[in-house]
């Protein structure tokens, strides 16, 4: 079993920021054996790959949030953070966090049916 639980979504203002955070947990559950990746999907439209890192912390991101968004992860703490910077209203959606096993350790994995576990989402609102 694996648990993965958002947080730190909120209405903010064009220009402004937020960091999310992802918290995983379970049982048989080894964090550093999982990329984390994060992705989001807005009204209307369909899942998008927002931003992901290997086990060892190679990263990969959407073109759109390249320079303004920063993947971390604190394989001590068993979660994955996302530092969103100077968000624009087309950044608004929900955010989801997400698992993937992986043997490899600088393997990152941009597409969502590559991943086995994910959360519910947490809601980011920029207005303009």
């Known amino acids: 079993q694996v648990q993965l639980v958002e947080s730190g979504g909120g209405l903010v203002q064009a220009g402004d920021s937020l960091r999310l955070s992802c918290a995983a947990s379970?049982?048989?559950?080894?964090?550093?054996?999982?990329?984390m990746g994060w992705f989001r999907q807005a009204p209307g439209k369909e899942r998008e790959f927002v931003a992901a890192?290997?086990?060892?912390?190679?990263?990969r991101y959407v073109d759109s949030v390249k320079g303004r968004f920063t993947i971390s992860r604190d394989n001590a703490k068993t979660t994955v953070y996302l530092q969103m910077n100077s968000l624009k209203p087309e950044d608004t959606a929900v955010y989801y966090c997400?698992?993937?096993?992986?043997?490899?350790?600088?393997?990152?994995?941009?597409?969502?049916?590559?991943?086995?576990?994910w959360g519910q989402g947490t809601q980011v609102t920029v207005s303009s």
């Open positions: 997400a698992a993937d096993w992986s043997r490899y350790m600088d393997y990152v994995p941009k597409e969502d049916n590559e991943y086995n576990y």
């Open positions: 379970g049982r048989t559950f080894t964090f550093s054996l999982y990329a």
């Open positions: 890192s290997s086990r060892n912390s190679s990263t």
